[in-house]
């Protein structure tokens, strides 16, 4: 999938997220919020501007969310995203509520829908985590300018090919072709078991 895909896919098949902000204490603070729109490289959602969220927004200009759909554990997907918000004012808030009609259940008259704001997430990192495959996937993806970096384990040149790291993989998802051997990293769950049973410390965590 591309970003636009993972993007309205948080809009559309799940729709309320967990939203981190960071108070003035410097201590994260959670919040359940609903991702109203989507485009290309960005998310859409509204709060109401007597809220602490609303300030906490302002303040920083940055949150992390993660957003789950799935009936448990091995039948679940996972997007997280961190990115830059900011405050696009009432303009956009007819559009959202057209969208989202149930929230005219909330915010019923244009008086009401007066203290609301919208804010946009333009740029960010974000990761798709989905655990009803075997094995299971994996990707990462930017949007809005931002810059993708690899994290995850790799394995280096200092590989001799014993099959030490192959052995305690649980997702089977390093490739023994040649050496250095290759970790297949849409699969990987970011364990650490290969970096931790290397001999030769040949397996190195890059974040």
């Not at 918000?85 to 808030?93: D, H, N, T």
């Amino acid at each position: 999938m591309d970003t636009k895909d993972y993007l309205a896919y948080v809009v559309r098949q799940i729709h309320t997220t967990i939203v981190a902000t960071v108070d003035d204490d410097g201590l994260p603070v959670t919040a359940a919020i609903d991702m109203m729109d989507s485009d290309e490289d960005s998310l859409y959602f509204l709060t109401a501007k007597g809220k602490g969220f609303y300030d906490r927004l302002v303040k920083r200009g940055f949150l992390a969310l993660t957003a789950m759909k799935g009936e448990d554990t091995l039948s679940s997907v996972a997007v997280s995203i961190r990115g830059k918000v900011r405050e696009l004012g009432y303009g956009r808030i007819p559009e959202l509520l057209e969208k989202n009609p149930y929230m005219y259940a909330i915010y019923p008259t244009e008086q009401a829908q007066r203290a609301l704001t919208a804010f946009q997430i333009y740029e960010g990192t974000g990761e798709w985590f989905d655990l009803s495959r075997k094995p299971i996937e994996r990707a990462s993806f930017v949007f809005g300018g931002a810059k993708q970096s690899r994290e995850g384990f790799f394995i280096t040149d200092a590989c001799i090919g014993c099959g030490s790291c192959v052995a305690v993989c649980p997702q089977n998802c390093i490739k023994q072709d040649s050496t250095p051997f290759v970790i297949v990293q849409e699969h990987c769950l970011h364990c650490g078991n290969c970096l931790a049973e290397c001999p030769v410390s040949a397996v190195e965590k890059r974040s």
